[in-house]
């Protein structure tokens, strides 16, 4: 019994969430930074809020400081980071895709690879380079091995990245599982389910054959992935209609709209399976929610920046911005 | 066997003191980190904080308070200290509500004054409500102490 009010109840991380809650982008910021006559203007709100490293940085440098303090804030608060690794596979993996293809292609491109990850990226780097894949952690040799192997035979990029990118979905499931904590569980779920229904999507469209989609596709709960192969195999209306036979019945009308329409809606739905985290006083949820909740705040931050840069009207920009957590 | 009245006693006493004293450093313990929590963010809230955190550590007070008025009345403390089973078992089982609700109610409303400092960091003006509902769980604990008290002070009446 000791144990279980003691050690796992991450009071002390929870209460100081709570606070840090406080400083979030509420909707009506979020409306205000939408609505702001230019870039400069939307940039003057942030810096009023703190963001950024208080000098006149440019956006990019704004929401790179933004995710550096988060998680110099979840190292400062959790003792053992590696819980939220779930998080942070996706740029493990697009880390190792850009390894793979700096040595494929004998470029050196800076700046591509992702510093928020759980494996430092300079070794994946070396690792790819000299072909010494024990180095990488065991999830990622046989995957990174394959992948090399078959892009230098093929000279094939795209089979490449799917290789990868699949073995970042089972990955994600895993971690999600082995952190027994119900929220990252569900977390891991829809962010495989989506991502399925994404590239089931994309295929349909580009009319890739069932041997991609069984490569491509993760196997998860929420989703039958035999059916939703049958399903890509014939059409954009056929997975609509077999989506809705399943949780996500309600992306449907998301999906015939646009991928960023789906996109936004799954990253909404995770905010509206997060909210009941504001009333937990103990575990892993409240702190996953809130670095979930941050991450979509930077990405909405991000679109709104883009939008203003680009010239896009209010309307649009505040269509595709992420629904918020407080 | 006849002295085994004082035995079942004292342990009477000895679970009131430990049961209750072990819920109170659990719950001190649990609502002192998330109080930690809310100081480190600002320190203003140092004072509303320690009073949530103080309030699981009454029922240590409590089982303590039960042990020293066993130990009085068995004679432990002075005096002779020759009483039947009987009477020592009926000892025993006064000490019991106060060792057993204690150590539940104390963990029970540490758990609920994490949720109240918690709120606290939020809204430090909601203080008062947020003080109201560890303190809830409290009545359990004071009912559990007066059956203790009336309990060890009834005895020595008993034609046992």
Known sequence: ?326 | MENMGVVFALLGAVFSALFAGIGSSIGVGLAGRAASGAVTEDSSLFSKVLILQLLPGTQGIYGLLIAFITLTQIGIMGGSADISMYKGLLYFAACLPMAVVGLISAILQAKCSVSAIALVTKHPDQFGKAMIFPAMVETYAILALLVSILSVFGIANVPV
Request: proline share 3%; aromatic share 8%.
């Open chain 1, 1 to 326: 019994m000791t144990s279980s009010y003691v050690d796992k109840s991450y009071v002390y991380a929870v209460v100081r969430v709570r606070y840090a809650e406080l400083k979030l982008l509420n909707a009506s910021v979020l409306s205000q930074l939408a609505t702001a006559g230019s870039m400069e203007e939307a940039l003057k709100i942030l810096r009023d809020r703190g963001w950024g490293n208080g000098g006149s940085e440019d956006p990019e440098s704004i929401l790179q400081a933004e995710r550096e303090k988060l998680w110099s804030f979840i190292d400062e608060i959790v003792a053992d980071r590696s819980i939220f690794d779930v998080f942070k596979l996706p740029n493990d993996y697009n880390n190792l895709k850009a390894a793979l293809k700096e040595s494929v292609m004998k470029f050196d491109y800076p700046g591509i690879y992702i510093s928020e990850s759980t494996v430092d990226p300079e070794l994946i780097a070396a690792s790819i380079k000299e072909r010494d894949y024990k180095a990488l952690p065991e999830s990622m040799q046989e995957v990174a091995e394959q992948a090399h192997s078959l892009f230098l035979k093929t000279g094939d990029g795209q089979i490449c990245d799917i290789m990868v990118d699949r073995a970042c979905l089972d990955e994600i499931l895993k971690a999600g599982k082995a952190t027994k904590d119900d929220f990252l569980k569900m977390y891991a779920e829809i962010k495989v389910a989506s991502t399925d229904i994404k590239i089931a999507v994309r295929a349909a469209l580009t009319g890739k054959g069932r041997d991609f989609l069984d490569m491509a596709l993760a196997e998860c709960e929420t989703l039958d992935k035999a059916a939703l192969i049958d399903a890509a195999a014939i059409g954009v209306e056929a997975i609509s209609s077999y989506l809705g036979s399943t949780a996500y019945a309600d992306a449907v009308p998301m999906l015939k709209e646009s991928p960023a329409a789906f996109e936004c809606w799954c990253d909404n739905l995770i905010t509206q399976r997060m909210k009941p985290q504001l009333y937990e006083s103990f575990g892993l949820g409240p702190i996953s929610a809130y670095i979930l909740a941050r991450e979509n705040e930077i990405k909405s931050v991000r679109i709104i920046l883009s939008g203003k840069q680009n010239g896009f009207s209010n309307e649009m920009i505040a269509e595709r911005v992420r629904d918020s957590y407080v």
